[in-house]
């Protein structure tokens, strides 16, 4: 159940968000990358996301960059409730207990055979 709630939740998210719209933009990551890579053999992948998504001076320098993925910060959240069809909701069953099965009485908190000698000294005397 809980492995399905958590599935529920993270569908709920990404496509709220529209994250799958932005990994569509993944194939120009790719192919950008590999321009600046022919420019410069020696970059890596991780410099390539830093100049691209940490420099904001380089990301305003060329409009196509507007393109990469994660570039333009869009949040949409879409709430989707059924709500039900009467205006009245009515339960069947009580969902707290009784005020009284909470409260603790001398009953529940120890055994009797066990109170009654809990704060009573020993009753023999030794005598020598």
């Known amino acids: 159940m809980r492995r399905f709630l958590l599935l529920f939740l993270i569908v709920h998210l990404l496509s709220g968000n529209m994250l799958a719209g932005e990994l569509g933009k993944l194939p120009y990551l790719m192919r950008h990358f590999q321009l600046h890579r022919q420019q410069n053999v020696e970059s890596t992948l991780l410099d390539f996301l830093r100049l691209h998504y940490a420099n ?8 196509a960059h507007r393109q990469l993925p994660l570039q333009q910060l869009g949040i949409h959240t879409a709430s989707s409730s059924i709500l039900p069809e009467s205006d009245q909701i009515v339960l069947l069953t009580s969902i707290t207990p009784q005020y009284n099965a909470l409260r603790p009485t001398e009953d529940n908190l120890l055994p009797s055979d066990f109170r009654a000698r809990l704060l009573r000294p020993p009753q023999r005397f030794l005598v020598f």
């Open 56 to 63: 904001a001076q380089h990301r305003r320098s060329d409009p």
